[in-house]
């Protein structure tokens, strides 16, 4: 079965320099969530969106951005990084209708800002 | 936001022992979401129980929310070293919101 496909990886990138992530939910997932896992920390939730549209708003700096396309991918832009942005982050994706299921996690993106 | 407090935060079982994670809420459980996590990888889905009293069981794993739908446990039957990792309980604020708090995890590892 497909699952969250997100990219890249890993990424490296140096103090204020820009990133983005890129996150392929699962097909007809019209839900899509990013999450920040720093070093020995529980995830928290950043930023969602429903249908192309911000749907929820987390604890993510005024430094990043992020939206969902009309094939339903969603992209997160970090700017001016910071050493403290270095941690894994999670795409999710859920299906907004029918029954309610489980959220869906990708693999993440290790940042390491150096 | 939702509070979940998890216990213990790590635990060292021997192969064939069984365990159990607790994870407690001030506020009523909407969804109570099992994960685990690998170290430094993905959050791999193990069980989401919505109704007070349920029970779920996958494989050796079993999850319990209370009638209360304030404290859920994930009970491991015999471990085995594949079931080491971290284990992650979350809950969204409303029922059918996927916006997830998490507990800080327990770390399991499992001794031969």
């Known amino acids: 079965a497909a699952g969250v496909i997100q990219s890249p990886r890993h990424l490296i990138k140096e103090k204020r320099e820009t990133a983005t992530l890129k996150c392929y939910p699962i097909?007809?997932?019209?839900?899509v969530y990013w999450y920040q896992q720093g070093p020995g920390q529980d995830p928290q939730f950043l930023i969602s969106?429903?249908?192309?549209?911000?749907?929820d708003k987390g604890s993510i700096p005024d430094r990043f951005s992020a939206q969902q396309f009309s094939d339903y991918h969603s992209e997160l832009n970090m700017s001016s990084l910071e050493l403290g942005d270095s941690a894994l982050y999670f795409c999710?994706?859920?299906?907004?209708?029918?029954?309610?299921?489980?959220?869906?996690f990708g693999p993440g993106t290790r940042l390491t800002v150096l | 936001s939702q509070e979940l407090e998890q216990s213990p935060q790590s635990l060292i079982v021997q192969e064939g022992k069984n365990l159990t994670i607790n994870c407690t809420s001030s506020?009523?459980?909407?969804?109570l979401y099992w994960y685990k996590q690998k170290y430094g990888e993905g959050l791999i889905f193990l069980m989401m129980l919505q109704k007070g009293g349920e029970e779920k069981s996958h494989e050796k794993i079993t999850a319990k929310l209370d009638e209360k739908k304030q404290q859920s446990s994930l009970h491991i039957t015999a471990s085995q070293p594949s079931h080491a990792g971290i284990y992650l309980c979350g809950a969204g604020p409303t029922f059918n919101d996927y916006k997830l708090s998490f507990g800080a995890g327990t770390t399991v590892t499992v001794r031969a």
């Open positions: 999710a994706s859920s299906s907004g209708t029918g029954e309610p299921g489980e959220q869906f």
């Open positions: 097909p007809r997932h019209d839900t």
């Open positions: 506020k009523t459980l909407y969804g």
């Open positions: 969106f429903y249908e192309k549209m911000q749907s």
